[in-house]
């Protein structure tokens, strides 16, 4: 049973630039959520899709944006890159009940120059 | 809002026990409990619910107090393995998961 998978799993771009990462979610998961860890910090949280809508987002702006497939899989778009955007960018899926915990992907480490 | 944790970082030798808290400033329907070790995802631990239902590993305990929006993961009898970073993670209601700042745990032989 493959886990939470995530590409690609590290990525440098430039300031201005464009980039989007990719989730597969565990089997049997239709949510998704998408965090933002900086070095040292706790991951935070940026959004959640569940049946191809965004139901939940965080502090984050407006250049930060997702979609859900179908399939459950999930994208996250990042456009105009700053260097504050050099993080590792964690996916977590879930099943959409109470009392389920996220099942993590490990990540993409983009870095942003 | 991000919930406290503490402490920020602990060193523990082989056997010794650790205690873990974190407290919220709001009303909380679960805790969740992780540990990411260097490099690696964020692995599920507990979840802690309101009314005192829990769901997780064996060897995990954890308490919540829901009066004071505080829970605790206590590590007994540590071992090498348990090194890592915990993240607890609140909940408010039906909505997504708020993680606290980590605590750094170094169990050493």
């Known amino acids: 049973d493959a886990g939470v998978t995530q590409s690609p799993t590290h990525l440098i771009k430039t300031r201005g630039q464009q980039v989007t990462l990719r989730c597969s979610p565990k089997?049997?998961?239709?949510?998704v959520s998408w965090y933002q860890q900086a070095l040292g910090q706790g991951p935070q949280f940026i959004f959640q899709y569940y049946e191809e809508e965004e139901r939940q987002r965080g502090n984050f702006p407006d250049r930060f944006s997702g979609h859900q497939f179908p399939n459950y899989s999930s994208e996250l778009n990042v456009n105009a890159l700053l260097l504050g955007d050099s993080a590792l960018y964690l996916c977590?899926?879930?099943?959409?009940?109470?009392?389920?915990?996220?099942?993590f992907g490990n990540g993409t480490r983009l870095t942003v120059t | 809002q991000q919930p406290v944790q503490s402490p920020q970082a602990v060193i523990l030798r082989e056997g010794e026990d650790a205690v873990i808290n974190c407290s919220s400033s709001?009303?909380?329907?679960?805790v969740h409990w992780y540990r990411q070790k260097h490099g690696e995802a964020p692995v599920f631990l507990m979840i802690l619910l309101k009314g005192g239902e829990q769901k997780g590993h064996e060897k995990i305990s954890a308490s919540f107090n829901e009066k004071k929006q505080q829970s605790s993961l206590y590590l007994t009898a540590s071992q090498l393995s348990y090194s890592g970073t915990y993240f607890c993670?609140?909940?408010?209601?039906?909505?997504?998961?708020?993680f606290g700042t980590g605590t750094k745990l170094q169990v050493i032989p």
């Open positions: 709001k009303a909380l329907y679960s």
């Open positions: 977590a899926s879930s099943l959409d009940r109470i009392k389920q915990p996220l099942h």
């Open positions: 993670g609140t909940v408010p209601g039906y909505q997504k998961v708020t």
């Open positions: 089997s049997g998961h239709d949510t």
